[in-house]
């Protein structure tokens, strides 16, 4: 029954920003620990950025002072806003409730 669908990713220049939308259906957003996760072509799939139930966050350190995860309980969903954006950001973004994986979002960062 648990469904997350991720939004938002395209193309954006470097320095550029954009923010990512994770939808979630059968589960309560503000009730659960959430989480952001990329992969590269060629890379094991990482963590970004992760929001407990206490509101608690967490950052990957290459993102740390770029990116922000909130979430916004009416909507019953999570964001990731990206900022300062980099060509080593280009990856599919994921959003995660265990065991649970969203279908993905493509980010490119080029000129």
């Known amino acids: 029954q648990v469904q997350l669908v991720e939004s938002g990713g395209g193309l954006v220049q470097p320095g550029g920003s954009l923010r990512l939308s994770c939808a979630a259906s059968g589960i309560i957003v503000s009730m659960n620990a959430m989480g952001w996760y990329r992969q590269a072509p060629g890379k094991q799939r990482e963590f970004v950025a992760s929001i407990t139930a206490e509101g608690t966050t967490n950052y990957a350190t290459s993102v740390k002072g770029r990116f922000t995860i909130s979430r916004d309980s009416a909507k019953n969903t999570v964001y990731l806003q990206m900022s300062s954006l980099k060509f080593e950001d280009t990856a599919v973004y994921y959003c995660?409730?265990?065991?649970?994986w969203g279908q993905g979002t493509q980010v490119t960062v080029s000129s």
């Open positions: 995660y409730k265990f065991p649970r």
